[in-house]
């Protein structure tokens, strides 16, 4: 966010003048996500945030964020034994949000890798077991479709009904209740 800062600033950037800083919103999968949520925890400036599938660490494990936030993970509570862990952090972190503006997702049918290109690009690990069954395009499309919608929604002021609860176009996805 520093650099960006600085890009916006300079006139020899192409960016100069260019980027809406006062609208930053972070996302990552895996390490990235988890990452998200610890910045968000401790730079104002990031007003929303989206951890996909990532296991968290850091300061924002016990002390929780203030802003808006959405935990999309594989599986879902009811059927996912391996992502226990993940949905307690998640639980613990999103304590401290106000209500109506954190979410935590379960799709059904996908595994870590499923939120990555890995998932339409490389076959052997849909044969390693990395990837679940859904399809891997239908997967990015719904990672893609909750993504922007939650984005518009905290960040273009663009309120999205996916935010809403379960949508027909994606009965894939089960919202967990906080």
């Known amino acids: 966010m520093n650099q960006l800062e600085r890009l916006n600033s300079s006139g020899q950037s192409l960016f100069a003048g260019r980027l809406?800083?006062?609208?930053?919103?972070?996302?990552?999968?895996?390490?990235?996500?988890?990452?998200?949520?610890?910045?968000?925890?401790?730079?104002?400036?990031?007003?929303?945030?989206?951890?996909?599938?990532?296991?968290?660490?850091?300061d924002v494990v016990q002390q929780g964020l203030t802003k808006p936030f959405l935990f999309m993970h594989h599986g879902t509570t009811d059927n996912c034994n391996d992502c226990k862990d993940l949905f307690t952090q998640a639980r613990s972190v999103l304590r401290t949000v106000p209500t109506g503006e954190k979410y935590m997702l379960g799709v059904e049918g996908m595994k870590h890798m499923n939120f990555s290109d890995f998932s339409v690009m490389f076959s052997?690990?849909?044969?390693?077991?990395?990837?679940?069954?859904?399809d891997g395009a239908r997967g990015l499309s719904i990672t893609s479709a909750y993504v922007r919608a939650f984005f518009d929604t905290y960040l273009n002021q663009k309120p999205s009904p996916l935010l809403r609860g379960s949508a027909s176009a994606y009965p894939e996805v089960c919202f967990d209740q906080l």
């Open 20 to 58: 809406d800083l006062k609208r930053l919103g972070l996302f990552g999968h895996s390490f990235g996500g988890a990452t998200a949520a610890e910045v968000c925890h401790l730079d104002e400036r990031c007003k929303a945030g989206i951890d996909l599938d990532g296991n968290l660490f850091g």
């Open 124 to 134: 052997p690990f849909k044969l390693m077991g990395i990837l679940g069954p859904i």
